[in-house]
């Protein structure tokens, strides 16, 4: 069984860290594969690598974010989701950075006191043809009582929240 990261109070709440990064996606989770067309060109990648890099595009897409940093391996980052009363903040680590010239993004997994368990990445790729594409690529399982009481629809809200994302940072990439 492999041992939980520490990162002061909190602890990463799943033992299959970076499996986003070199799959496959662990059994026993909910899996989520989303890909959306951002662009095309050098100029459009920068942009929206930044924007996810910095959580601008998590900010546009009505999230609030506390991190520590930009995106690197041991950023720690509470996104508040939701409105009113029903909003909710998540703790996160940063987990994994891409390390190739053609991928900017990273990856980040649940703390201990999130709703979920498992990880989630948020990726901008350059392709050969020039496309930019964002790809969001996660696996989790509940780790609350409301989560698990409202079963099958957090993975709709999941696929959701990606495609919102993607529509965001490519409005977010072609006003840079």
Request: positive net charge; aromatic residues 6%; without cysteine.
């Given at each position: 069984?492999?041992?939980?990261?520490?990162?002061?109070?909190?602890?990463?709440?799943?033992?299959?860290?970076?499996?986003?990064?070199?799959?496959?996606l662990p059994d026993g989770y909910h899996h989520l594969?989303?890909?959306?067309?951002?662009g095309h060109g050098r100029k459009v990648f920068e942009a929206a690598g930044a924007a996810v890099r910095d959580f601008r595009m998590?900010?546009?897409?009505?999230?609030?974010v506390r991190a520590d940093g930009p995106a690197a391996p041991g950023v720690r980052v509470e996104i508040g989701?939701?409105?009113?009363p029903l909003r909710i903040s998540v703790p996160c680590q940063v987990v994994w950075t891409p390390d190739s010239p053609g991928l900017a993004g990273f990856a980040y997994g649940t703390l201990s006191g999130h709703p979920e368990s498992g990880e989630e990445s948020?990726?901008?790729?350059?392709?050969?043809?020039?496309?930019?594409?964002f790809e969001v690529t996660a696996f989790s399982r509940p780790a609350a009582w409301y989560t698990r009481l409202a079963g099958p629809l957090v993975p709709v809200l999941q696929?959701?929240?990606?495609?919102?994302?993607?529509?965001?940072?490519?409005?977010?990439?072609?006003?840079?």
């Open positions: 069984m492999s041992r939980l990261i520490s990162t002061g109070r909190r602890v990463l709440s799943y033992p299959e860290h970076g499996a986003t990064r070199r799959g496959p594969h989303h890909r959306t067309r951002i998590h900010r546009a897409a009505g999230a609030s989701l939701g409105v009113g948020f990726l901008v790729e350059l392709a050969d043809d020039g496309t930019v594409w696929l959701a929240y990606a495609r919102l994302l993607g529509r965001r940072l490519r409005a977010l990439a072609a006003a840079a």
